[in-house]
């Protein structure tokens, strides 16, 4: 019997297998102002610069064959407050877009610190002056500064006190070697309506979040942050750890939330389609 699908399927497949001979020999020269994935970091590139961390870096959701990252310790050890402005966060994973009150996915605010190291973490770049570490963000184009001149982090922000800082989307942060692979990273003063995790875990201006930058190998970076809020939190608790790989060419794209193009897409499909089924009460931030 003649099978006419046969055929179809062989021809398909013979044109993938063409496809697939050409694009392994394209050799058309690569553009030094575009990041290819497929140039992905091969190996380990053997030992870590000693207290070196400068350099452009791919994250999970970029191409590069990195690990997947590890989420907040769950449960949170909350307290009575904790719980219940955590309560009151509805993520876009339990809601959908149309029932969230993520200020960033309804209106493009800023992440803040700490979640933009853990959230839509696509790619960074490191670069270091003699009193401070630069953090430049591929998403949302956003720099942090971590300052390296032996300042202690403020006593004081928020309120109305004489000396009071203001509280900042990236807060305040200072950093040192633990040793030569090992950067510590310490922040406070985080702009309070910012949530500390994308499922929706708050924090005070006063949270304390130490990083720790561990290089390795050469190819090589993870970032662990741990939290301290003792007003919404019996405890300091892990918010997890992410993973990067060193980016041959030192190019990442420019991506970034644009308001209109959100207003647009909440306003024609996403209002009209309704929040999505809430989870059951018990569930909390994905690992």
Not at 227 to 255: A, C, K, T
Request: proline fraction near 9%; hydrophobic fraction near 35%.
């Amino acid at each position: 019997m003649h099978h006419p699908q046969r055929g179809v399927i062989v021809g398909v497949a013979g044109v993938l297998l063409l496809s697939a001979l050409a694009a392994g020999q394209d050799k058309t020269p690569h553009s030094p102002w575009k990041y290819y994935p497929e140039d992905r970091a091969v190996g380990d590139g053997g030992p870590a610069p000693k207290r070196d961390l400068t350099g452009t870096w791919a994250g999970e959701s970029y191409g590069a064959n990195v690990p997947r990252p590890k989420g907040p310790e769950n449960p949170a050890p909350f307290t009575a407050l904790g719980k219940q402005l955590f309560d009151k966060n509805k993520t876009i994973g339990r809601y959908g877009p149309a029932g969230t009150n993520d200020n960033h996915v309804r209106y493009c605010d800023p992440y803040g610190f700490p979640q933009n190291m853990t959230n839509e973490i696509r790619g960074l770049t490191i670069t270091t002056l003699p009193n401070r570490t630069f953090i430049l963000l591929m998403y949302m184009d956003v720099w942090r500064e971590i300052w390296t001149d032996g300042r202690t982090l403020p006593a004081v922000v928020g309120g109305r006190a004489r000396d009071a800082l203001d509280p900042k989307y990236n807060g305040y942060s200072v950093g040192r070697w633990e040793d030569d692979y090992t950067f510590v990273a310490e922040t406070t003063g985080l702009v309070p309506e910012t949530w500390a995790h994308e499922s929706g875990l708050p924090h005070s201006i006063m949270a304390r979040v130490t990083e720790r930058f561990h290089r390795s190998s050469k190819h090589d970076l993870s970032i662990a942050q741990t939290m301290n809020d003792p007003q919404l939190y019996s405890r300091p608790f892990s918010l997890g750890e992410v993973h990067f790989r060193w980016i041959p060419n030192q190019l990442f794209d420019d991506f970034t939330c644009i308001p209109s193009e959100v207003q647009r897409y909440l306003k024609e499909m996403a209002d009209p389609a309704g929040t999505g089924d809430a989870a059951p009460a018990g569930a909390q931030q994905r690992n």
